[in-house]
């Protein structure tokens, strides 16, 4: 038997899914160990390997492949520990990233200190010279000045360098003469050249991706260097792989490369799952909905397709890689509720986290936060939290919402389910906002709900929304870590091709995608010998707008000729689906040419589904409160639900990581790849 | 009318911030023109059907105080024939706007056969007819020169707009397509509105959801309150100055006294300047609204920007002032200046009750436009306005400033666009672009700085621009002994080696290829005395290269 295994590191567990050759999945759970992630990892498979009944090492030598999702890069931005960063930039132009385009958060904080840049001015060091748009030189390398930022950058000891020169989105050879020099006088220190991380137009978000890269890179790769030194260790050699920020995954040397690109990786998992999910017959059209401790991330997939988008901030600073559209609310099983300034119940965005947690954790926590609510609710089992790892105090969670309620005229029950509600409107109003600004209807959609905590608020979000249908993994709880092992080798390009009159003709077009398409099929190649495909994309607008709107165009013939008139109809099209019109006697102008390179790894076998036996029965009754009426719900073992087995809501269905609340007039639907059906009542 | 239970105020004050905000994403979304979906120049609104702001969506500062006088002067205008399905329209200063390029949408929002709510969305034009390109006419003495004006007006009914109308007014524009388009768009989100305000007035019925109104703003009433009764009570003078009016007056002062007493603020500007001939007058919306402004800066951020939070203030002012100009005088600066001026008079005096929370003054607007025509494009004119070399935001006592965030109105809520693409679609070349050294005002705490361009003219032939703008005598002020911050220097460099200084209000510049734009933006206010700063941050400052 061979297998395949992912590998997620939250906040508080290390999630390790492994899928092996006859499809069976299993999912293994350690807890995180920030100082460093790679050890939780190993110990992760420890866990694994000993719930396969095998020794780690026999397990890893029957391993294909680990793919990982790692937080060192989003963790080191968080926490502003990443490297010491200088930047080379074009003369007269070094306060790019800290003019930042003239905006700043917090509209009505006019007290908010300055955010001191990721790099500091006085290693944001000028070097004279000067490329034009149309790619003509102005003011050739000079290099005297460069030699003089050169040896700032020897005095400082800077651990990386990103160098960004304007329009290098046209021509990088100064940038690239820059980087050399740099390599070669400080040996050992990591150096991005902006064109090489996000080779397009726009300034600000071209240099504030190669500062990030510069900023994060040392230490993601460092990060990789041990994981591959302990897997190694342990007896695995084979390949290993990161997801990115965009849903694919690259090799280690890759995602060291273009750490930037790993801002997402956490969070990417659970959209991959999704894809994959609806691949396997989930539906086209899925709302991912992943409820963690502190936060609830939200994704659209259309027509099976993960939506992207460019536009990500991580932690304050603009990461313009395409990246998975991925918005997160500060609304978790661990948001706690409180009254607000203005005097109002709220719900969130200050979070438990995992110390002290939920009140019902019994680690000095005192404000309850809406785990507590479900738990005071009725819909946890207090016994058989985690499987019974943890056990719950719901007394004290209780006494928390007499306080709580005390303070508005509430009684304790009264509290909690406002606290449940809220939380639960919060959702459903991220949820609305996410899909408003995709231009669709969350009606359509299918809700896909997991993480630990989402069953037990997606009856109630799916209702808030009227949208009629959510589905439940039975894995709920390591879905983003299965996610991993069902999406393929990704690599990104852009160019930027800007020019006075209009889409190019025919023949630059060809030119344009064919030199893209080599070089991608080049470095994929490199990476692993299978087959390889390739979408084209575009960002285009029309010759007034300032946005560039994405504009897929695989559906596009690209040999027959009238391929600049094929391009343009394409961009109309998109335009009217999006904004409800095209202006078809407007200029239009191509901005950046697009081209999704993907390596096809081996589909993983699905597992054989379970034969319908005998329909489980309810192994419990649970007493719980919905709507304010307290009534005893019958509770199923999740994993012992049979294919096509039914259950009527209200109910509970329940395994040791996730517990579902179905809602009167829900009718849940075993299916037989491992999902709970649920058509909203 | 019983208050509603504490969990469904809750959830309906939750649901009132998150329709505004779909409302925003929606416009961001539709809207046609640069200045609005780059520059979200335009506000969301939900007014309640007495007109009290109920909720607002954060966008641009000026706008906060203004909208409720919008459906005030529609529900004066039609009261009760107003009907289901109705859609209104206005700009006119005084008859609800704040000036002429702000074009108002007001659908109402029925249950129960009245109006329960009013879906607003307010939205900046890139123009609307009078004397200049793009509205900013420094030369118009009259209201007429500055371009259509729009009393309420019953654009449609039914929730169609009546294509007369619209075209009536798209064709008093230089630019009828997108104002067109950008007209649609606010028509589109104040439906969006309403569908969605009708949803809960579905589930919740009209009167339990006008009791939780009532209660929502009663409490950011009381939030407010509790917050103002924290301050040192007394009455305190505040002044900010005009450069001038572009006819010759200089020195055009705005005086606030300010009084706190308790948990309620009077600000009195009585005492301001006579109005002016030119386009600074602000229309007594934007007055109002520039007030709420600088008090709304002064309160906690959280603090729900609302009828309610606003209860606690009076303002007074007399007729025949620039903050109360009479009928028929020119307003259009007026959401820049004098409404910086207003907010920053406001915040000089209550620097007195709550020095801690005063910020050093925000940087002041001066505006160019470019017209000319470029040899890649040819038989194509083009039009460029500045938005870079910002001024920067005023230091306070939790920190600097903000460099390069901009004015007191837009509070780092304006984006400028990419040097890299505006080289790339005009004909212009950015040699600098850089903080300006020196331009911050010194403090405790200092301001941020200001922006530096040297641009290039690389037109054709002979190119035209004109300004608009004020702040080249009187940079942002410095709060409680920080010092003013170094006000604009515009100057152009001609080809030809001679330079001379812009002027704020100037109409028809001539430009030829090879002059230089030089732009030397101000910083922001300094917090506090210099003497009291950190000689580390000052020692920082020193080797970051920013004194």
Known sequence: MTYRIGVDVGGTFTDVVCVAADGVTTLAKASSTPADQSEGVVNGLAVLAERLGLALRDLLARTERIVHGTTVATNALLERKGAKVAMLTTEGHRDVIEMREGLKPE????????????????????????????????????????????????????????????????????????????????PGVFVTTSAEVLPQIKE?????????????????????????????????????????????????????????????????????????????????????????????DIA?????????????????????????????????????????????????PRSAGAVPGPVAYGQGGTEPAVTDANLVLGYLDPDNFLGGARKLDRDGALAAFGRLGGTLGLDAMATAEGVHRLANIRMADGIRVATVRRGVDPRDFTLLAFG????????????????RRVAVPVFAAGLSAWGMLHTDLRYEMARSEINTGGVPDDTTLHAIWAGLESEGRARVASWFGGEVETKRAADMRYGEQVFEIAVPLEAVEWEAPGLTGRVTDAFHARHETLFTYALREEEVVLVNARLAVIGRLPPMAAPEAAAAGAAASPFATRQAWIDGVEQDLPVFDFGALTPMQQVAGPAIVESDTTTVLLLAGDTARMNGQGWLDVTVG | MTAPDPVTLSVLDNRFRAIVEEMGEAMLRTAYSQILNSSRDFSIAICDGQARLLAQADHIPIHVGAMPFAVKAVLDAFGDSIVDGDIYLLNDPYHGGSHLPDLTIIVPVFADGRPIFYSVVRAHHTD??????????????????????????????????????????????RLPREVRGDLMAMIGAAHLGEKRLLSVLDKHGATETEAAVAAILSLSEAHARRIIGSWKDGS??????????????????????????????????TESDPQVPSFLNSSWPNTASAVRMAIAFLLDPEVAKNDGCFRPIEIIAKEGTIVLPRDGAPVTMCTSHCSNEICEAVVK???????????GGWGRRYRIAIKGSDARRPGRSFVWHLFHARPGGGGSSQGDGWSTAGEWHSAGGLK?????????????????????????????????LGGELLMRLETDGPAVANTAGDGVRYGAAGMLGGEDAAPHHYTLDRADGTSRDLKTKEVGIPLAPGDTLHVRAGGGGGWGPPEKRDPAARARDAEEGLL
């Open chain 1, 107 to 186: 509209r009505y904080d006019l007290r908010l200190p300055a955010a001191p840049a990721l790099v500091p001015r006085r290693l944001r060091l000028p070097v004279a010279e000067r490329i034009r748009p149309d790619g003509t030189v102005e003011a050739a390398l000079d290099r005297a000045s460069l030699d003089a930022a050169i040896a700032t950058l020897k005095a400082e000891n800077v651990e990386a360098v990103a160098v960004c020169f304007l329009h290098a989105w046209r021509d990088d050879s100064h940038e690239r003469e820059a980087a050399e020099a740099v390599r070669a006088a400080l």
């Open chain 1, 204 to 296: 600000f978000e071209r240099f504030s991706t190669a500062c990030v890269n510069a900023y994060v890179g040392p230490i993601v790769s460092r990060y990789l260097a041990r994981l591959r030194g302990r897997l190694s260790d342990a007896g695995y050699n084979g390949p290993v792989f990161v997801i990115l920020s965009h849903g694919g995954v690259a090799p280690v040397e890759e995602a060291a490369r273009l750490a930037a690109g790993t801002a997402l990786s956490g969070p990417a998992g659970g959209v991959a799952a999704g894809v994959a999910l609806a691949e396997r017959g989930l539906g086209q059209d899925l709302i991912t909905f992943d409820v963690g401790g502190t936060s609830t």
């Open chain 1, 300 to 348: 659209l997939i259309q027509d099976g397709e993960a939506a992207l988008g460019r536009g990500r901030t991580v932690a304050g600073e603009r990461i313009a890689l395409e990246s998975l559209d991925i918005v997160t609310l500060g609304a978790g099983g661990g948001s706690i509720g409180h009254v607000g300034a203005s005097g109002t119940l709220q719900v969130g």
């Open chain 1, 452 to 467: 630990g905590a989402a069953g037990l608020h997606a009856s109630a979000v799916a209702r808030e929304l009227g949208m």
């Open chain 2, 128 to 173: 609307i007819g009078g004397g200049t390109h793009g509205a900013y006419n420094p030369a118009a003495t009259e209201i007429f020169q500055e371009g259509l004006r729009l009393p309420p007006i019953l654009l449609g009914q039914g929730r169609v707009a009546r294509a007369d109308l619209v075209r009536m007014i798209v064709t008093n524009t």
């Open chain 2, 236 to 269: 305190w003078k505040g002044e900010a100055f005009l450069d001038d009016d572009g006819f010759g007056r200089q020195d055009i002062a705005i005086r606030a006294t300010v009084t706190k007493q308790s948990d309620s603020i009077v600000v009195d500007l």
């Open chain 2, 349 to 359: 005096a209550l620097a007195n009750a709550c020095p801690d929370r005063a910020m």
């Open chain 2, 416 to 448: 400028f666009g990419s040097v890299e693409m505006a080289e790339a679609r005009f004909p212009l070349f950015f040699a600098k672009h850089e903080f300006r050294p020196g331009s911050a005002g010194d403090g405790t705490f200092r301001g941020g």
